[in-house]
């Protein structure tokens, strides 16, 4: 399967401050990203699709505008929590889809996630 | 809608007994089925998928997941477990077509003791 990293692994930033999380597809090229959010001792929850080069598309509930996703190249799509609050706090996973030509389209591989805490 | 019930939030177990975690799913059309493992703090590692064909599946680390259509199961086994098996399990559908999203169960600590 594929491997995918996530950047930062932990990141504390204070309320009202931007991050950034990186999703890199180390050794496949994805068409189709996944961003998930979990709470502590819950599931995870999809929050947006993001497709390479067009706008992602987001789950019912979840501010766009807030958490802005760029999916600029076949490898690297981000997540950027905008004005970010306490209750932004949580666990972020990325996943990609794997590839049709491989017979493996209907898998998808996470990343190790992202811990952010605001404080 | 597809939707995923795992009964079981923990199952205590010791190590070499075996376990089963449980795994229901309601859907209207067929579904793809999957079991993903969580250790603390890290993502989530295919264990085993069931797509079609045989309806016993075997992952890796000694696991295996039997699909019943009948009974909208797809329960997970492992006739021996270890201590290293203590982690965070979540049964996953998905209907498959263009989006391919994953529908997830809210999880079960399996919690092998020694």
């Known amino acids: 399967g594929a491997v995918v990293s996530q950047h930062p692994s932990r990141v504390i930033c204070k309320s009202g401050t931007s991050v950034k999380i990186e999703c890199r597809s180390l050794?496949?090229?994805?068409?189709?990203m996944f961003w998930y959010r979990q709470f502590p001792k819950q599931s995870l929850m999809l929050m947006a699709t993001?497709?390479?080069?067009?706008?992602?598309?987001?789950e019912q509930g979840v501010e766009k505008d807030k958490f802005l996703i760029n999916h600029a190249s076949l490898t690297l799509s981000t997540l950027t929590v905008t004005s970010a609050h306490p209750e932004d706090s949580s666990f972020y996973i990325c996943?990609?889809?794997?590839?049709?030509?491989?017979?493996?389209?209907?898998?998808?591989?996470f990343g190790p996630g992202t811990r952010l805490t605001v404080t | 809608a597809q939707s995923v019930t795992q009964l079981d939030s923990q199952v205590p177990v010791f190590e070499e007994a075996p376990v089963e975690l449980r795994c229901n799913y309601s859907s209207s059309v067929s579904v793809y089925l999957f079991w993903y493992v969580q250790y603390p703090n890290q993502g989530l590692q295919l264990l085993l998928k069931?797509?079609?064909?045989?309806?016993l599946v075997k992952g890796i680390n000694g696991f295996e997941a039997e699909f019943n259509k009948s009974q909208t199961s797809f329960h997970l086994r492992k006739p021996s477990v270890h201590i290293s098996d203590t982690a965070e399990y979540f049964c996953?559908?998905?209907?498959?077509?263009?989006?391919?999203?994953?529908?997830f169960g809210t999880g079960t600590l399996l919690a092998v003791q020694p």
């Open positions: 996953a559908v998905t209907p498959g077509g263009a989006t391919n999203k994953l529908i």
């Open positions: 996943s990609v889809r794997g590839d049709r030509t491989s017979g493996s389209s209907y898998e998808q591989y």
């Open positions: 069931y797509l079609s064909g045989s309806t």
């Open positions: 050794d496949f090229q994805a068409t189709t």
């Open positions: 993001s497709n390479e080069g067009s706008k992602a598309t987001y």
